[in-house]
């Protein structure tokens, strides 16, 4: 026999004002199962609690009805009660009979103490069904794996690694550095980006927790918290790394030309290349597309020349399988193919270009060694236009979100070009300033005050070439009148978009993302760098747009997160999860789809039969990812799925209880 | 003998000699000329006994499930409803592609077996009524075809578009009407779970009527406890049913248990676009997966 | 008691199946608020409005529950990331259903309804509870007892 006791808690007078306790304690020893009934000032203080831990000593109690506040304020409190009163924690229910009762009914005493009455009653009849859980732990392996190897990754990376843990970095191009790396200056300070970057780049290159995986990418991940295993898939490099010393002779020997990715197409690098001079690791690879050994058939001029033999050809691609305790992903973004703005005349004019070719344009290390030279004759460009929000804030041809960096980087690249080009024009089409931020607004100021940067508010409708020239037309809005700008070259300020596998990665991982395809934080202000999956969190322009001090903060916050969990040797983890009953199950997999955390799957069993050994297919709950949210059980059409503490037994139970 | 006959026998005699499959499963004459009930064919020498007549109604994917543990193959016949329940138990993983060998039957439409009872051997006997709303005459799966040349053996399809009038007519009832006659219907049910057996959507391993234990159902027969046997079945089906309307056919009540499923795919249709169960083995199925942009009525 | 005291005495029972994460704390705010409503409401706490079967709500009427709302977070916002997706599919479809067969639409009704949605919480179950005491009692898929 069952032998539950029942507490009723006055919550002072905020539950005895509006409803009878005494007599909601009394109408409880009627019903099934109650052993013993009581009502108590205050349940949750510490004689409150005394009172439950003696009563199930004195009669034998084997689960507790606690009738107070809202199980979300004390379940926790009463748990604990039990446990230290001998009891386990899960063989508790709570009627909340103060917000959802006294609170909302306090004129009506009678009404209220018989609802009152029928949540005990509904909780006594659950109660009377709960089994006792046990909370279990998993290990977590300390090890953290670093998805991109850009700003946010690199600085993940380290923060972490710093802490004492090992950390993978993956990335897949060829080098770590990211978009940062092909930035010239950042504002508002005007830092050389490669002055603040290389030196990061390096440490985290010589950090004795750290090991990059460079040219490599996510193939596959399973597992959960703790107990990521994680597929990398390591591109052939062609070179090995172990022998080569990166002295570059096979760069300038091989007769390949390319253009160059990181030199936005602007100039050529080599099919053995390293993306940039300062790549970190300093070793090629051998881009196989365009190789001639590997089109041709002929050649293998790097293989001669190489002086330590490092370069073959017969390299393939590597998987390697790693166990991780938590995963950054700092894959960063992508940016905005505003071929769709026909208005701009993109890919028919050479001169207009995007702010990241405008950036490679005012590198010192860029193209033209940092002198500005317009990209169709190489003349230096008098009257510069920029355009901003291409993409950006434009549900119709673009994005509806704004891209936030490129109100600042186009006040930098309006500054740069007055300061480069003394006798220059430069001309703004905007739609609005945005510049929140330490220092922001006062670098605007200056750009238009100092620098004299025209700001014209308002869409451009067109741009034109009229002989060497690009006119661009569009409305001062402020002014109300058409305008029309002869200008040398056009920058536009293409919005920042996910990465085009941004989806794909966010399904392999197992979270979720927005409909721009944004990775999507646990909670938008108070789990920023969370995601729903447990041990997986973010860094960087990957959630959304964010400029170089955001997305550092970001990383460090998402490492200190990572950290928090390596910390530890293992975690506990919630006992209610679902659960298969493998001789009803089916194995449809009709419960596999639903599950938002990857927890179920189909394993194959064997049993007997009429007297031989088949298998079948059942679900399976890897009570590692399962959250307990209980979709699979609806979605399980013969009840093989059940929920803990929150069973079909129960639920029943409780919608029966409470039409008596 | 038909040629058709011929041929599915020829076929049959082929496997069964062949040893490619243990057992061919098809039709055969029953105790009454309006009854073709399942034939289960393991030796070459009985292969005669398989008809092809206008009474074949039963659906023989289902007794897959019965042959899931046996070794060797399977050899069944399909028509365009059996092939789409083929599709379906492959698809909720109940049998296995490799284990089957299927033969395809194009159909023409089969007749009315209670109106055939009724009006004698020698009358013009109607349609069976899910033949009448038939899209998919002809087998979309099968590795044996009977008929020389697909392209000119192949059936137009009965009807283009469903016709959803009969569900449409309940529709505009008003509540108590509407009550008063599932009411009326599931008085009658004996709950003796013909329906489900027969169902080829229904591939659960232990349906939840039959787990006492938890008490899902009472065991008193009464409209309320056979409505929500109705009701649950209906939506244990949504999106799964294949309108091979063999429920119906088997309903010693004749309850109009197609009426319920009919609905459900009528609003499956019209709230997330146009679906037919058993047709694209890899799609996902309606309850299995959402979209964003779902109708939106909870406000 | 007679018949028709016991009808003059009848007052409606509705049923709310409440995910924990919204709709729940959306009743505890509500709460909180002291904001009022009938006290003919009883909520059932479920871990995700993804949790409800359509056989608890059959099963509910059966018994003689005279209202069912199934409420729980608004779409985009499950705590469980896309549980409330499948609800809000499952229950079109069910909803349909039962008005195919005859319950009145104001019987079975499903919500959206926020942790910081109080006052809605107040509002939807006020007007459910106004509308089902119109009503009068559910003699619909009850059994015999």
């Known amino acids: 026999m069952k032998r539950v006791g029942v507490f009723i808690c006055h919550c002072g007078s905020n539950i005895a004002g509006a409803v009878d306790c005494e007599k909601v304690a009394e109408n409880a020893k009627s019903f099934p199962g109650v052993a013993f009934s009581t009502d108590y000032k205050y349940m949750c203080s510490e004689p409150g609690q005394e009172l439950i831990k003696k009563a199930i000593k004195d009669h034998k109690l084997d689960r507790i009805v606690v009738a107070s506040c809202s199980p979300r304020m004390h379940e926790p409190t009463f748990r604990r009660c039990l446990e230290s009163g001998g009891l386990n924690a899960y063989l508790l229910e709570m009627a909340n009979i103060r917000e959802h009762c006294s609170w909302v009914h306090p004129d009506d005493k009678e009404k209220a103490t018989w609802k009152a009455t029928e949540l005990v009653r509904m909780a006594v009849a659950k109660v009377l069904k709960n089994e006792p859980l046990q909370r279990s732990t998993i290990p977590i392996t300390k090890r953290a794996l670093v998805i991109g190897g850009g700003i946010a990754g690199i600085q993940a990376a380290l923060d972490i690694a710093n802490a004492g843990h090992i950390v993978d970095i993956v990335e897949k191009e060829p080098s770590i550095g990211g978009k940062m790396a092909q930035i010239d200056k950042t504002f508002p300070t005007l830092d050389c980006s490669a002055c603040i970057l290389t030196p990061k780049m390096v440490e985290a290159a010589n950090h004795p927790n750290i090991n990059l995986i460079t040219y490599s990418e996510i193939e596959n991940v399973e597992g959960y918290v703790g107990n990521f295993d994680v597929t990398i898939r390591k591109k052939a490099r062609s070179v090995d790394m172990t022998l080569c010393t990166g002295c570059g002779t096979c760069m300038q020997k091989c007769p390949t030309k390319v253009p160059s990715e990181f030199e936005m197409l602007m100039t050529d690098r080599r099919a053995i290349y390293t993306p940039f001079p300062q790549a970190i690791p300093n070793k090629p690879v051998i881009d196989r597309k365009n190789c001639r050994y590997f089109t041709t058939g002929k050649c293998r001029v790097c293989e001669k020349i190489c002086p330590t033999k490092a370069v073959d050809y017969t390299q393939e691609d590597e998987l390697v399988t790693q166990r991780y305790g938590a995963i950054v992903v700092a894959t960063g973004f992508d940016l905005f193919d505003h071929s769709v703005y026909g208005e701009y005349g993109y890919g028919k004019y050479k001169d207009v270009i995007t702010g990241l070719h405008f950036e490679r344009l005012i590198n010192a290390s860029g193209p033209t060694m940092g002198k500005i030279k317009r990209p169709s004759d190489g003349k230096v460009p008098k009257d510069v236009v920029f355009i901003k929000c291409v993409g950006s804030r434009d549900e119709a041809k673009g994005k509806a979100y704004c891209s936030k960096t490129c109100c600042m980087y186009t006040a930098k690249h309006a500054t740069l070009v007055r300061e480069k080009i003394k006798d220059s024009n430069v001309y703004v089409f905007y739609m609005d300033v945005r510049t929140p931020g330490k220092g922001y607004d006062e670098f605007y100021t200056r750009t238009t005050d100092q620098f004299g940067a025209k700001y014209i508010r308002g869409r451009v409708s067109k741009i034109y070439e009229k002989g060497d020239k690009l006119i661009v037309r569009g409305e001062d809005t402020l002014l109300g009148r058409p305008v029309e700008v002869e200008a040398d070259m056009v920058v536009l300020a293409t919005a920042m978009v996910a990465q085009p596998d941004a989806a794909k990665l966010a399904q392999m991982v197992g979270f979720s993302y927005d409909q721009d395809n944004f990775y999507t934080e646990a909670h938008p202000k108070l789990a920023p760098v969370e995601t729903h999956t447990a041990g997986v969190f973010l860094a960087g322009a990957c959630q959304g747009p964010k400029d170089i001090p955001e997305s550092v903060a970001q990383a460090s916050a998402a490492a200190a997160k990572a950290c928090g969990l390596l910390s530890k040797e293992e975690m506990p983890t919630e006992p209610i999860v679902s659960c298969v009953n493998e001789a009803i199950c089916a194995g449809c997999g009709m419960c596999v789809p639903v599950c938002p955390y990857k927890a179920l799957d189909l394993k194959v069993i064997q049993e007997r039969a009429h007297g031989k050994t088949i298998t079948r297919k059942v679900a399976t709950v890897n009570s590692g990812l399962c959250q307990g949210c209980g979709a699979c059980t609806v979605a399980c059409r013969s009840a093989a799925l059940n929920l803990k503490h929150f069973t079909n037994e129960q639920i029943l139970a409780e919608v029966d209880a409470l039409c008596l | ?299 | 008691m007679s018949v028709k005291e016991a009808q003059a005495n009848w007052e409606p029972k509705i049923l709310v199946f409440a995910c924990n994460w919204c709709t729940y704390a959306g009743a505890d705010l509500a709460g909180l608020s002291r904001l009022q409503y009938p006290p003919n409401v009883r909520v059932l706490r479920v871990p995700c409005s993804g949790r409800v079967n359509p056989q608890f709500v059959i099963r509910a009427f059966q018994r003689g529950i005279d209202g069912v709302l199934v409420a729980g977070c608004h779409p985009g916002d499950c705590h469980y990331v896309t549980g409330n997706y499948f609800t809000r599919r499952r229950y079109l479809l069910m909803q349909r259903l039962l008005q195919y067969v005859g319950v009145d639409p104001e019987r079975f009704q499903a919500r959206w309804i926020s942790g910081s949605e109080g006052p809605k919480f107040q509002q939807v179950v006020k007007e459910i509870t106004e509308q089902i005491r119109a009503m009068g009692p559910n003699r619909k898929l009850r059994d015999a007892q």
């Not at chain 2, 007549?53 to 365009?80: M, P, Q, R, T, W």
Request: glycine share 6%.
């Open chain 2, 1 to 299: 003998m038909s040629d058709k006959v011929k041929k599915m026998q020829e076929i049959a005699r082929e496997i069964l000699e062949k040893g490619e499959a243990k057992v061919v499963i098809g039709w055969e004459k029953g105790t009454h000329w309006y009854l073709s009930p399942p034939a289960f064919i393991d030796k070459p020498e009985e292969v005669e006994r398989l008809v092809w007549d206008d009474f074949c109604h039963n659906n023989l994917s289902k007794y897959l499930k019965d042959y899931v543990n046996h070794e060797g193959k399977v050899a069944i016949f399909v028509k365009g409803c059996d092939s789409r329940a083929f599709n379906r138990l492959l698809q909720d993983k109940q049998i296995e592609r490799d284990k089957v060998i299927l033969i395809g039957i194009p159909c023409h439409g089969l007749k009315d077996q209670d109106k055939a009872k009724e009006l004698g051997e020698n009358a013009d006997i109607p349609k069976a009524k899910k033949c009448v709303e038939c899209r998919y005459p002809n087998p979309l799966v099968y590795d044996y075809f009977i008929g020389e040349e697909k392209a000119l053996d192949e059936v137009a399809a009965a009807s283009e578009a469903r016709d959803f009038s009969d569900v449409e007519a309940i529709e505009t009832l008003s509540p108590d009407e509407k009550y008063e006659f599932w009411n009326k219907q599931y008085e009658r049910c004996l709950r003796c779970y013909a329906c489900r057996n027969v169902c080829p959507a229904c591939s659960c391993r232990e349906c939840i009527f039959d787990q006492t234990r938890v008490g899902w159902i009472g065991k008193a027969n009464n409209a309320s406890e056979n409505q929500f046997f109705a009701l649950t079945r209906a939506m244990h089906v949504a999106g799964l049913c294949i309108e091979c309307g063999e429920c119906e056919r088997v309903c010693p009540m004749n309850i109009p248990i197609m009426l319920l499923n009919k609905k459900l795919i009528k609003d499956i249709n019209l709230l997330f676009g146009p679906y037919d169960a058993g047709v694209d083995v890899d799609g996902k199925l309606p309850l299995g997966h959402f979209d964003k942009n779902d109708p939106e009525e909870f406000m």
